[in-house]
């Protein structure tokens, strides 16, 4: 960090602001700038508030320089495991996850997680508490669709992930699931981001309809400064002015997201397109494009679906997906250019 300093400041105010900076425990070194005089400062001062520094009399501007999100950009990150042997990201294989938008029924849950295993999916997906934008709308089963996904757990073996929008829900969700689902609508809640940050349980985090890549990382370091390191990015389609499909899935986001983190990135083409006839294109570009898994709404029967039906697919048309992602990783398998470390690092801020 780089403290610019007001210009008629005497030598004597400028070792006054230096030792307010040593007394934060960090380092503090004068420098005669050209026109304004500088103060580099050294250690952690990112974990300080940026306001500590510019209240202090005499500074003119904060210039930070490392990284925005210390947390996200850190390039030691693991890949993750979910559940009992699902991993994810740091080079695996791109893994699929499927299920309904909703749990409807005990009797649909079950035979939607047979079918999307038997499909060569790896974990069930399943709303039990669903943001819905009429409230008019299934609002989803709640605490009786959690228990139905850890049934469905212990008759398929796949771990399972669910939505959570406040942090009563979080607590409830825990005892059922193996992966928190942080959605779009919620990734600007700050409160739940500290909340699942507390939790021992992976985090799906989805990016928001108008967020950008810094606004998720940032996101996630939230999460990852309350201690859980264990966040999986998802990208799932921005608001543009296009109305053809539902959002518009933003795929250079992903390759952005890999540059950036080593946090496994997956795609929801499903939220993305909002049309089943879209889905297996998209999930072909999205693996391409390097992405760590796809999560994919699945219906037995989607036109019957009770929410999104319009993007919900086939188990039949998931077993075709899953071939492709196979297909489309093996041709990158050797690809050692792919999940190097981070090379890009989120611009720094003024304030
Ligand atoms: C969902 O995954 O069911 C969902 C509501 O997604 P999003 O938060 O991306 O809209
Ligand atoms: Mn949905």
Known sequence: MILVLNKSLSESDIADIASQIERLGLGAQIVGGQTNPLVFVSGNAQTHPSHIFSRIAGVEKVLKLGPACPRVDAKDIRPITIGQGVTIGGGAKPIVIAGPCSVESQEMLLETAQAVRAAGAVMLR???????TSPYDFRGLGKLALEYMAQARSQTGLPVVSEVMSIEQLEIASEYVDMLQIGARNMYNYELLSAVGKSKLPVLLKRAMS???SDLLQAAEYIMLGGNEKVILCERGIRTFETYTRNTLDLSCVAALKSLTNLPVIVDPSHATGRRDLIRSMSRAAIAAGADGLIIEVHPQPVRAMSD???????????????DTRKIADLFSDDTDKLETPVLSLASTVS
Not at 126 to 132: E, I, L, V
Request: net charge positive; hydrophobic share 50%.
């Open 126 to 132: 399943g709303g039990a508490y669903k943001p819905r």
């Open 211 to 213: 967020a950008t890549v």
């Open 309 to 323: 039906a319009a993007q919900a697919i086939t188990p039949a048309e998931l077993t075709k997906i899953v071939a």
